[in-house]
């Protein structure tokens, strides 16, 4: 009898029901050395003594689980949904479709082994995620490995609890988004330099077949186009490995004073050769160093430090003795500045170019959206300051720029001094 029970529960683990099927083997198995007579099998199964059972076998099970009672509170987390989810589980559970599964589940209790649900849980805030979650409900008697069936008692209760698998699929569904992004954007912003190395082409071909003076022209042409294209693809191509690890905290540690001194390194090379003035100053701050990726930060900062260079030294309403200067600051952030109360650093971007006007300022990091009266005069494939606002969205952190129209742009950064 002992065997069949337990070919029983391993049919369990085979046709899906793995936390059923192993809990009841083990009791089983617990039951048969304790003997038959034993008298903890012959008091009515506990929650507290169920979960004692479940808990240890799912932190062995390679997969994100949370356990809810009977009342939807979670009683149980898995290991791996600590790790991969940390504090967002309670924004899982709270979300509709979470809920909802629980509600068509509740509906098929009649059947008291429903058949397990579904749901797509996407979260846009603070970064996009999607999660599938898989429920199963199963309703444990009380009595289910009683040895004398006969002496179970009216008044015990069922115990009902709801297993919750979580499987992040937003990789999966960003890689979906982004080829369609991709087919879209490149075809058409791949459309005009194209067009124009084809009409180069047929002229070269044709009337200036045999004119060296025009084929030098043209061919020079025909290079900046290429190269457009070419950092267009580069743009693109980094975007897209940007979003992939969006929702993905970074793991490592930003020395604030080494990232500011590394930025000034590399940006100087190009402030010179702009004849533009840098300025790196780092105030006494509080923390020294935030949770991120030091090579992401510095290619926000990078980002922003070019931007500056292209717009605020080849504007023709500035003045002739105009003397470009760019500052970046690092600080503590005050609070009450617009930035979220708990701690944080603010690191601050400003040039003494021409501005931006206040209508173009929300639009700024969209894909390829550039300022009209400057995307004729500065090459940019507008990319930059998408990336940029992806990037530190991963790091729990917030951007915006401000703008005054020949004051010239700041651009400021938030990262949190403790990430939770």
């Not at 070919?7 to 192993?22: D, E, F, M, N």
Request: proline share 5%.
């Amino acid at each position: 009898m002992l065997s069949a029970a337990l070919l029983y529960a391993a049919g369990g683990v085979v046709t899906g029901s793995s936390i059923t099927g192993i809990v009841t083997a083990l009791m089983l198995r617990s039951r048969h050395r304790a003997g038959a007579k034993s008298d903890r099998f012959l008091r009515p199964m506990s929650q507290s003594r169920l979960l004692a059972v479940i808990e240890p076998i799912a932190a062995a099970l390679p997969v994100a689980m949370v356990v809810l009672d009977s009342e939807r509170r979670i009683v149980h987390t898995s290991p791996y949904a600590e790790a991969e989810f940390s504090g967002g589980l309670n924004a899982i559970e709270r979300h509709p479709a979470f809920q909802s599964s629980l509600d068509r589940l509740k509906e098929k209790d009649a059947a008291r082994n429903a058949a397990p649900e579904e749901a797509l849980i996407v979260q846009d805030v603070p970064v996009r995620r999607v999660v599938r979650a898989l429920f199963q409900r199963h309703v444990f008697s009380p009595y289910f490995l009683a040895v004398d069936q006969n002496r179970k008692k009216r008044f015990a209760r069922d115990i009902a609890l709801t297993f919750v698998v979580l499987h992040d699929v937003t990789k999966m569904e960003m890689a979906e988004r982004q080829h369609a992004d991709f087919v879209a954007y490149a075809s058409h912003e791949l459309r005009t330099p194209l067009a124009a190395l084809l009409g180069f082409i047929e002229t070269l071909q044709g009337p200036a077949a045999g004119d060296p003076d025009a084929q030098k022209e043209f061919l020079s042409i025909m290079a900046e186009q290429g190269q457009r294209m070419q950092r267009l693809l580069d743009g693109l191509l980094y975007l897209s490995k940007v979003q992939m690890l969006e929702h993905q905290r970074p793991r490592g540690q930003i020395v604030l004073e080494e990232l500011c001194r590394k930025l000034e390194r590399e940006a100087s090379v190009l402030c010179r050769r702009q004849k533009t003035k840098l300025h790196v100053v780092v105030s006494d701050l509080s923390v020294q160093s935030v949770a991120g990726d030091t090579d992401q930060m510095v290619q926000v900062l990078m980002n922003l430090v070019e931007n500056a260079l292209k717009y605020a030294t080849q504007d023709s309403d500035l003045p002739r003795d105009h003397k470009p200067e760019i500052t970046v600051t690092c600080r503590d952030a005050e609070p009450g500045k617009g930035w979220p109360g708990h701690p944080g650093v603010e690191i601050r971007v400003s040039d003494n170019g021409p501005g931006i006007a206040a209508r173009h300022l929300p639009r700024l990091t969209e894909r390829f959206y550039r300022v009209p009266r400057t995307s004729a005069v500065v090459q940019g494939s507008g990319l930059g300051l998408a990336i940029v606002q992806h990037i530190i969205a991963r790091h729990g952190g917030r951007f915006r720029i401000e703008s005054v129209v020949g004051q010239g742009t700041d651009c400021l950064i938030w990262l949190p001094a403790h990430v939770s």
